[in-house]
């Protein structure tokens, strides 16, 4: 299983700003998920995470609005730039690992970070 | 047409009963699937995997069809505690697991 802590937990930032996330594990991981979730939406993937290499980036989403690091195998921030409105959403780290009884790698997420921009 | 697909709900019942929810995907190269539970205001958690053969566990039923490219959960019993937005997520053998909007279930006293 995984641990997954995320700082901060929610934020409230004006337009035109940046907020960076950090996104901490309690194993090392070789992929970290970043994942923004609407309300009453589901979870929709940002990017994937590798350490050693540039994230690898869904359809819509680009590294200039969420430029994100992966300097070790249990660390990883996104940083959403120049925020509008439209960003508000909850931002969820995620990790596969080998869980409790299961026969295959599920997700753990970490609780997530609820950003508000005004 | 959405990768995966869920009735959004939500689905009122009253304790003690029988509640199904299904889940459609469109990528019939898909290996892997899940159920997921998440609480309001709470991170999605794992329920059960779904496997081929279908599996229970407790008051769980997750079934998986692959000719009509559905999986399904059968949740018998319902408690208060079982109320949640269920998640039915899909991976297709990448890295990249796929969720569904999820379906709200309310159970009432």
Known sequence: SAVISQKPSRDICQRGTSLTIQCQVDSQVTMMFWYRQQPGQSLTLIATANQGSEATYESGFVIDKFPISRPNLTFSTLTVSNMSPEDSSIYLCSVEAWGKGSASDEQFFGPGTRLTVL | ?109
């Open chain 2, 1 to 109: 047409r959405k990768e995966v697909e869920q009735d959004p709900g939500p689905f009122n019942v009253p304790e003690g009963a029988t509640v199904a929810f299904n889940c459609t995907y469109s990528n019939s190269a898909s290996q892997s699937f899940f159920w997921y539970r998440q609480d309001c205001r709470k991170e999605p958690k794992l329920l059960m995997s779904v496997y081929s053969s279908g599996n229970e566990d407790g008051r769980f039923t997750a079934q998986l069809n692959r000719a009509s490219q559905y999986i399904s959960l059968l949740i018998r019993d319902s408690k208060l505690s079982d109320s949640a937005t269920y998640l039915c997520a899909v991976n297709t053998g990448g890295f990249k697991t796929i969720f569904g909007a999820g379906t709200r279930l309310f159970v009432k006293a």
